[in-house]
């Protein structure tokens, strides 16, 4: 989508050094000119297929990236340079969590780099939020800014106190190509690369990190970018040697990363679950989702998913904010999930990444958090059936469990349930009266959240934001989702015992 940039992307840097050049002799501020798009006058309307297809535009969320401080002007005149890391070969199109996997680990191997990670729109392929077939049968995917889903450093918000100051902040895609031409980016070729330090299946999660933050830190050159493939993909994500990463030494500690202690979703996130506060807590809106006075108006009907307050009056909900109080979140993944358990248990596969720390060998190493549950198996069943009954379990299995934990859940007072599921509403209303009978008071899900198309389009990372900030939480220990919502629960600091599986 921004390939017109690219024959421009040389003469634009000179124009802009030239400006910056100007404005300096001429006494005046940087302020005047603030943003590179202030500068090249870039058209950023939608495409008419966009409209067409009735897709949100996410204005208001593109102009939120435009306007970051690292996208000054002036930040291209500093000596020395940013230096960056690009990932063109990033996953993209498999479910959002997946690809967002290995967004943030990306983003804590630039950061060890000391390079700013370059930042993408997630193309929604797989699962579309919105039909997305045009007339002639082709489709027009929808693409969601990375700032519509998350506003920490991933999507170029702050590393917080007491990180490291040589790193630089994340850029967009677009910074990337107006200030990286071709001509002065260095290509690193993934395999080369792998064969030259050494790296193999058999090496520890800890010694690939290390091996490539070295390996790229050691490169001069402002702008890099890893051709041919990703160090950290899905296949290596799906495996056990993710683990050790966690618990790298030091600054190599990737659960102790910026990356992760400063998590914050995006102001469009945190405005879909500030309205809908009233579905998951009967207590009045936390300081952490109420939106700033001055940028809403009180005419009737502001706020609602139809009429919604400005994304500029929301600050990006952080996963260290306080738990709402009562709440326990369930992951409920249904629909295709029926056919994938049986997958998953024919294949014998294990827990996904961040998931497995409960496992016994890796409990027992005493370096992860101690998550309780892992995927156990009763002694009179096959490893079959104790796979499926992990992955998806019958609504007089989730009543038990839910009871189970709420009395296991120390210092506690559970109260309410959201349940976060792709189900058909029949079931959901079964389960939720089920979950009534048995003393909830309140019980609400993914399908009485009122979103405005915008936030629809990011409904998922909605329904994580409300997992993250619950006080207790029980997922599905195969899901890449539910394994998002775990490390960043972690992150956020929650005590590990309040994250369980099925
Ligand atoms: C870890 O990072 C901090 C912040 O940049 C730095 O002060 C410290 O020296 C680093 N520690 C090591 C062992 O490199
Ligand atoms: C590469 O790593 C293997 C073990 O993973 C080791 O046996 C070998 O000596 C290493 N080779 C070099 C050149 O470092
Ligand atoms: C397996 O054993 C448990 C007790 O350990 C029992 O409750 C359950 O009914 C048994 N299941 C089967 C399928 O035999
Ligand atoms: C976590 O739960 C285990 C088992 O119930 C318990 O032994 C441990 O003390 C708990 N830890 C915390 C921090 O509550």
């Given at each position: ?340 358990c049986n997958?998953l248990a024919w294949?014998g596969a294990g827990f ?6 409960g496992e016994p060998p890796?409990r ?8 309780p549950d892992y995927l156990s198996q009763h002694t009179n069943e096959s490893r079959f059936d104790a796979a499926l009954r992990h992955c998806w379990p019958s609504?007089e299995i989730i009543?038990e469990r839910?009871r189970a934990v709420?009395?296991e ?65 029980i997922?599905v220990g195969f ?21 369980r599986f099925w």
């Amino acid at each position: 989508m921004n390939r017109r940039f690219l024959p421009r992307a040389a003469p634009l840097k000179l124009i802009c050094l030239v400006l910056v050049a100007l404005v300096l002799l001429s006494g005046f501020s940087y302020r005047i000119i603030t943003t590179r798009a202030d500068l090249q006058q870039v058209s950023y309307a939608p495409s008419p297929h966009t409209i067409a297809l009735g897709h949100p535009t996410f204005e208001d969320v593109k102009e939120y990236e435009r306007t970051l401080p690292q996208h000054r002007l002036s930040v291209l005149a500093a000596k020395p340079r940013p230096r960056y890391l690009f990932f063109p070969s990033e996953a993209w199109g498999t479910g959002w969590n997946n690809v967002f996997q290995e967004q943030l680990l990306n983003t804590h191997l630039a950061y060890l780099a000391n390079r700013g990670y370059v930042f993408v729109d997630y193309i929604a392929r797989d699962h579309p939020p919105f039909p997305d077939e045009l007339p002639d049968g082709t489709r027009h995917m929808l693409h969601i800014p990375m700032n519509a889903l998350t506003s920490g450093p991933t999507g170029g918000g702050s590393w917080g106190e007491g990180a490291n100051p040589g790193a630089p902040l994340p850029v967009s895609k677009d910074w990337w190509i107006s200030s990286c031409p071709a001509s002065e980016t260095v290509e690193v070729q993934l395999a080369d690369t792998m064969k030259e330090l050494n790296i193999t299946d058999s090496t520890t999660g800890e010694e690939r990190l290390v091996r490539w933050a070295e390996k790229l830190r050691s490169i001069e050159a402002e702008c890099v970018t890893i051709i041919g493939g990703s160090p950290f993909d899905y296949m290596f994500i799906g495996g056990d040697k993710v683990l050790s990463i966690w618990a790298a030494d030091g600054n190599y500690s990737y659960g102790n990363s910026p990356t992760l202690k400063q998590y914050a979703w995006s102001p469009l996130v945190t405005r879909a679950i500030a309205r809908n506060f009233a579905l998951i807590s009967s207590d009045s809106v936390p300081p952490a989702l109420s939106p700033t006075l001055s940028r809403i108006t009180t005419t009737p009907g502001a706020g609602s998913a139809h009429s919604p307050y400005p994304l500029n009056a929301f600050s990006p909900l952080r996963a260290a904010a306080p738990p709402i109080r009562g709440l326990l979140g369930l992951h409920l993944r249904r629909g295709d999930y029926e056919e994938h358990c049986n997958n998953l248990a024919w294949w014998g596969a294990g827990f996904n990444a961040w998931n497995a720390f409960g496992e016994p060998p890796a409990r027992e190493t005493g370096r992860f958090p101690p998550l309780p549950d892992y995927l156990s198996q009763h002694t009179n069943e096959s490893r079959f059936d104790a796979a499926l009954r992990h992955c998806w379990p019958s609504p007089e299995i989730i009543v038990e469990r839910a009871r189970a934990v709420r009395a296991e859940a120390h210092g506690q007072q559970l109260s309410t349930v959201y349940m976060a599921t792709n189900g058909k509403p029949e079931w959901v209303t079964d389960v939720a009266a089920k979950l009534r009978a048995d003393g909830w008071d309140m019980v609400s899900s993914s399908v009485q959240m009122q979103l405005s198309r915008d936030e629809f389009a990011v409904s998922q990372a909605v329904d994580m934001g409300v997992l993250v900030a619950a006080e207790t939480f029980i997922g599905v220990g195969f899901s890449s989702l539910t394994s998002n919502v775990v490390q960043l629960r972690l992150a956020g600091g929650r005590d590990p015992n309040t994250s369980r599986f099925w």
